[in-house]
């Protein structure tokens, strides 16, 4: 994030930058929190989610931070490695379906 910036809006930025598409945000999901350890001292940290619209833009476009970014089906994101990101993903699928709205945050 960037000084003064919210979350939602480094987010959206984050996207379009490292994935190289433009989305507008649909609702807020739950955060993932985990700890790690790094030079011997334990880090608490929290990672923020959205469920976002596609809007345009094309991953190819991503930034050079990212080696790929790419369009996955709803069925392979099912076979992300931790259960908090399927949970995160069934969760969005739930909202979305629900008909969650633009900026539900």
Do not use: C, K, N
């Given at each position: 994030?960037?000084?003064?910036?919210?979350v939602a809006?480094?987010?959206?930025?984050?996207?379009r930058?490292?994935?190289?598409?433009?989305?507008?945000?649909?609702?807020?999901?739950?955060?993932?929190t985990?700890?790690?350890?790094?030079?011997g001292?334990r880090?608490?940290k929290?990672?923020?989610?959205?469920?976002m619209?596609?809007?345009?833009?094309?991953p190819e476009?991503h930034?050079h931070?990212?080696?790929?970014a790419?369009?996955?089906?709803?069925d392979?994101?099912?076979n992300l490695?931790?259960?908090?990101?399927?949970?995160?993903v069934a969760?969005?699928r739930?909202?979305l379906?629900?008909?969650?709205?633009?900026?539900?945050?």
């Open positions: 994030m960037e000084t003064g910036e919210a809006d480094a987010a959206v930025r984050e996207v930058e490292e994935g190289g598409v433009r989305a507008e945000i649909v609702a807020r999901l739950t955060p993932i985990y700890f790690f350890q790094a030079r001292t880090i608490h929290i990672v923020d989610f959205f469920a619209i596609y809007v345009d833009g094309d476009q930034d931070e990212i080696d790929e790419r369009w996955f089906s709803q392979d994101v099912l490695t931790f259960e908090s990101e399927r949970s995160l969760e969005a739930r909202m379906s629900d008909g969650a709205g633009p900026h539900q945050t």
